[in-house]
């Protein structure tokens, strides 16, 4: 009797735990369904839902990517209140390192109940600025001007006019860099507060450089800095880089002096802005040629002069200061020769008419240097005053003046041309041309042609 009791016990308890497993497992898999759809939700979503909010913007409906860009653009309206001063409106320039909380943010708000049922959640999130600190306190420098009467922080630096140091001036200038690394301190920990007030005494610019710490740079700067530095130029003179455009190629440090290319350049395309040009260089049928120059928009050659000036800086030697034509094309012009009493007319670069010609007497020589066509014309009539005061009227076919009244033109009244004939006589100033050959010519080119006249 006692066996079939305990029997029995025994089989009630085993269909109590039977039962308990049959309530289980749907309840487990309710939670493991449950679980699996929230897990699938967080990864699957796409933007956040309608009611969430980051550090109090609404954020829903937006992807991470858009989500990241509105909250980017209203952390960067903050109020500054300086003093007792009214607060200034500032639209900072930080850039925020929050793309992976927000993507964190955007799965936990998925699953929240709080953005389904009420008014949302609002999360708070770290604005880790990433940058934007050089762009904001500049925009900050602008919007908070040093107030009347103050006076400008200085830093000691060299003249190098003089080869003295200038003392560093002890103002109370705002140190807007300052300010502005604290601002965005305070937007990293304070991402719901848009007014940052503080003391003006607590941000004033101090010297960073003193007059005692110039002095080994100034022994420096009178050894390789103090005589500048020389450049030849296309027209045989020197062109001078000043001591303190030299010392953005030579620079100071404690071992010696390092050359800088960077530095090269910036002076190069210093000197570029406004180096002027009146005596330029030119390739001619008969050589190069340094000529007066009236035609050519010419401008440094920066390239080139930056790695002169390098190689000058370093060997202490001359440098050259190159120059380039900027628009004209001078492969192709017309070329007078006095010497050699000849007319050449370029074609990209080949010989396409060559021709002898008269050119002024020794008392109305034509005058040398590069010039432009100013026009060309048919059957004019030239006009002027002989050397006895007499009147001349000149009928020619084919006129092409390149200098006020000189230009080049047929001469059918010559019978010959060439060799010396211009010593005794010579033209007013024009270059005559056999009647053929400045027939050609007229056809070949237009105005703005270009015109060297050389000896």
């Known amino acids: ?76 309206q903050i109020q500054l209140k300086e003093d007792s001063s009214d607060a200034v409106t500032v639209k900072t ?49 602008k919007k908070i001007p040093d107030r009347k009467g103050s006076v400008k922080t200085q830093d000691a630096h060299i003249n190098y006019d003089t080869m003295r140091i200038v003392k560093e001036v002890y103002g109370d200038s705002l140190d807007e860099t300052a300010l502005t690394e604290d601002v965005a301190k305070y937007r990293e920990s304070s991402p719901k507060e848009s007014t940052f007030t503080f003391k003006s005494d607590d941000y004033v610019r101090k010297p960073q450089v003193k007059f005692d710490d110039l002095q080994d740079e100034l022994k420096f700067a ?58 330029y260089t030119v390739d001619t049928e008969e050589g190069s040629k340094t000529l007066v120059n009236y035609a050519i928009e010419n401008e440094v050659d920066v390239e080139k002069t930056a790695e002169s000036i390098l190689s000058a800086a370093k060997s202490g030697k001359t440098g050259t200061l190159y120059l380039k034509a900027s628009k004209q094309d001078l492969s192709t012009r017309v070329e ?72 080049l033109h047929d001469a059918p009244w010559r019978s010959s041309f060439g060799g010396t004939i211009y010593h005794s006589s010579g033209s007013h100033g024009c270059v005559n041309m056999p009647p053929s050959q400045a027939k050609k010519l007229f056809s070949y080119i237009d105005a703005g042609t270009l015109v060297y006249v050389y000896n």
């Not at 604005?127 to 762009?135: D, N, T």
């Open 1 to 76: 009797m006692r066996s079939d009791r305990y029997e029995q016990k025994a089989t009630e308890e085993k269909e109590k735990k039977t039962s308990k497993k049959k309530i289980w497992i749907p309840i487990l898999v309710i939670v493991i369904l449950i679980g699996g759809l929230a897990g699938y939700r967080m990864y699957s979503v796409k933007t956040f839902p309608g009611n969430a909010k980051i550090d109090g913007i609404s954020v829903g409906g937006l992807t991470v990517t858009e989500a990241s860009e509105k909250v980017t653009k209203e952390a960067n």
């Open 336 to 407: 007078v020769s006095i010497a050699s009493q000849t007319v050449y007319y370029v074609e990209n670069g080949k010989v396409k008419l060559k021709t002898s010609v008269v050119t002024g007497s020794d008392e109305n020589a034509t005058p040398y240097g590069i010039f432009q066509l100013a026009y060309k014309e048919r059957n004019a009539t030239l006009k002027g005053s002989n050397g006895d005061g007499s009147s001349y009227a000149s009928k020619v076919s084919y006129w092409m003046p390149f200098n006020g009244g000189i230009g």
């Open 222 to 279: 009178k050894y390789y800095l103090a005589d500048g530095l020389k450049l030849k130029t296309s027209a045989g003179g020197t062109f001078t880089v000043t001591p303190k455009q030299l010392s953005k190629v030579i620079l100071y440090t404690k071992d010696g002096p390092k050359y800088s290319k960077k530095g090269a350049k910036a002076v190069a395309k210093e000197i570029g802005k406004d180096y002027s040009q009146d005596m």
């Open 93 to 141: 320039k930080f850039v925020f390192d929050i793309e992976e909380s927000l993507h964190s943010k955007l799965m936990l708000s998925s699953v929240d109940p709080r953005n389904y049922v009420g008014g949302g959640a609002d999360y708070t999130m770290p604005l880790k600025v990433k940058s934007g600190i050089k762009e904001t306190a500049k925009i900050i420098r």
